[in-house]
């Protein structure tokens, strides 16, 4: 394991580069969701009663609100809005993680990352996969969300319904972190050409492995955010901003480490060490 976290973050220091597009890529579509979301939900607050003397603003507020929203269009141009942002992150990025992986599996043989290259050959394999893992990871949903509403309208008290809700919250869970490794073992073998059966059949004689490694670097991203949060409450103001917008680089740094372990995972038997 230890030697696989090494080689990740040795594949990881080669593609510094990549680093810097991801922060300003995330950095970017979380400034112009924020602004998007508070140009929107701002103006609405501001027209807020709470203040007002007359008890009945409260209510005919929210009735002004519930019928602007299913009775006119106001929602038409902001939904199709964030359906094409949406879109737009659900193609970037595959794209990048394909030309990451493809870089990822010709380290060895060039100075240089071939992102672009990987871009360029591997999109059309890798994002379909990206999709999928999205499609697996909602799919209890169809059969965990009814029993949670279930519980909760059967439930005596929150505590009552958080015990119930534990279980499943657990499987999800688990079944999520599962078919994340199966599709990111599928990426790999999409970039490295090995087919889907034997990605697969690679993944399972290397699942100790890969489960050890990735619950590793699971533990150090929860670290790292506790740390942050824990420094950005007892240090408030400019400070706190700024560690939180480079906390952005460094969570983009980990998620990059611990694709490269997994492929270090992954990969090993077939190349020389990194």
């Keep these: 394991m230890n030697e696989a976290i090494r080689n990740g973050w040795n594949l990881t220091l080669r593609h510094r580069y990549v680093l810097i597009v991801l922060f300003l890529y995330r950095l970017l579509w979380g400034f112009f969701l924020f602004r998007f979301i508070d140009g929107i939900v701002t103006p609405i607050l501001a027209r807020y009663p709470d203040n007002h003397p007359n008890g ?114 657990i499987f999800w869970l688990i079944w999520w972190f599962i078919a994340h490794l199966a599709v990111r073992s599928l990426q790999f073998g999409a970039v490295a050409r090995t087919g889907p059966l034997r990605s697969l059949l690679r993944a399972l004689r290397r699942a100790p492995r890969l489960l050890s490694v990735s619950l590793a670097m699971i533990g150090l991203t929860l670290i790292l955010s506790a740390v942050s949060a824990v420094i950005g409450h007892l240090w408030a103001g400019m400070a706190a901003v700024v560690l939180y917008q480079a906390f952005h680089f460094v969570r983009v740094t980990v998620q990059v480490w611990t694709a490269a372990a997994q492929y270090a995972v992954w990969a090993s038997g077939e190349r020389p060490n990194i």
Excluded at 97 to 121: K, M, N, P, Y
Excluded at 144 to 153: H, N, Q, W, Y
């Design 56 to 169: 009945d603003a409260v209510p005919l507020f929210w009735a002004e609100a519930e019928f602007r929203l299913l009775k006119t269009d106001l929602i038409v141009g902001p939904a199709w809005t964030i359906a094409a942002l949406v879109l737009i992150r659900l193609l970037v990025t595959p794209v990048l993680q394909a030309g990451l992986f493809h870089s990822f599996r010709h380290a060895e043989q060039a100075t240089d990352t071939r992102v672009r290259e990987g871009i360029r050959r591997c999109w059309k394999t890798v994002v379909p996969l990206y999709w999928l893992d999205i499609v697996l990871a909602v799919l209890p949903g169809i059969w965990i969300l009814p029993r949670v509403r279930e519980m909760f309208f059967g439930a005596t008290s929150l505590e009552d319904f958080l015990l119930r809700l534990l279980p499943y919250a």
